[in-house]
């Protein structure tokens, strides 16, 4: 089975992935890969090593000028397209596979940096639109779990990070990032729901771990 953490930039969701494999190691493990796949020196990924190029110098290499954000969307679409066949294989094992972000990180995105770069002169219906229907080819997971916070709670984990920070994780965007993510679950997610991720990192653990179990893995015994 596969469950995806989503969830904007600094919210929690790779502490909480790893925090629930090594809590529970027989039942959680980690999907291969995390989307977008544009981590240098990948070994496993199906995208084309050009096109993984274009993901990161948009993301961390001060180039979504140069980049439009419509041929990011494109890129980002064919790269989870070019894991389909890994990512059913996984859907369909008995084990609870983790992923952090997937079809609905691809929506938020989209409208987002769409909605910030004024792309269609700001239409929000017809950029909504072309956003759905890009997402409409990606696979469904499992389960989705939703890690919400306030744009301020998200911005001040950013800042303790040291790590270079993505195109996105500016106040502006990250405002518009979570009001999305919220109008994505309530439109579109049938299968999921939020946690509050400013609570203390094990109660977040303890309540995922007890959703997870009652929906997707009734009578599994924990280890």
């Known amino acids: 089975m596969l469950v995806v953490i989503e969830g904007p930039d600094g919210v929690g969701k790779t502490t909480l992935i790893n925090n629930l ?34 993901l990161y110098d948009y ?6 000028g140069d980049i439009s954000d419509l041929q ?3 890129i980002n679409l064919i790269d989870k397209v070019m894991q389909y066949d890994e ?22 995105y989209g409208v987002s940096s769409m909605l910030d770069s004024n792309l269609f002169n ?29 744009p301020e709670y998200v911005m001040k984990r950013i800042d303790k990070r040291n790590d270079d920070r993505s195109a996105y994780e500016t106040e502006e965007l990250i405002k ?31 309540d995922v771990h007890s959703i997870i179990k009652k929906i997707l893995i009734e009578g599994v015994e924990e280890c």
């Open 72 to 74: 990011f969307q494109y």
């Open 21 to 54: 494999i090594n809590m529970y190691p027989k039942i959680y493990d980690k999907f291969p890969l995390s989307f977008p796949t544009y981590k240098k020196h990948l070994t496993n990924s199906k995208t084309p090593q050009y096109l993984r190029d274009k």
């Open 59 to 64: 993301l961390l290499n001060d180039k979504r």
């Open 176 to 206: 518009v990032i979570c009001r999305e993510y919220v109008h994505y679950f309530n439109t579109f997610v049938q299968n999921g729901i939020m946690i509050d991720a400013t609570q203390k990192q094990e109660d977040v653990v303890s």
């Open 87 to 108: 990512f059913v294989e996984y859907k369909n094992k008995n084990k609870i596979y983790l992923i952090d972000r997937y079809k609905a990180s691809g929506y938020v």
């Open 122 to 150: 700001g239409n929000e219906k017809f950029i909504r639109y072309v956003n759905e229907q890009m997402v409409s080819l990606i696979e469904d997971p499992s389960f989705d779990i939703f890690l919400y916070a306030e």
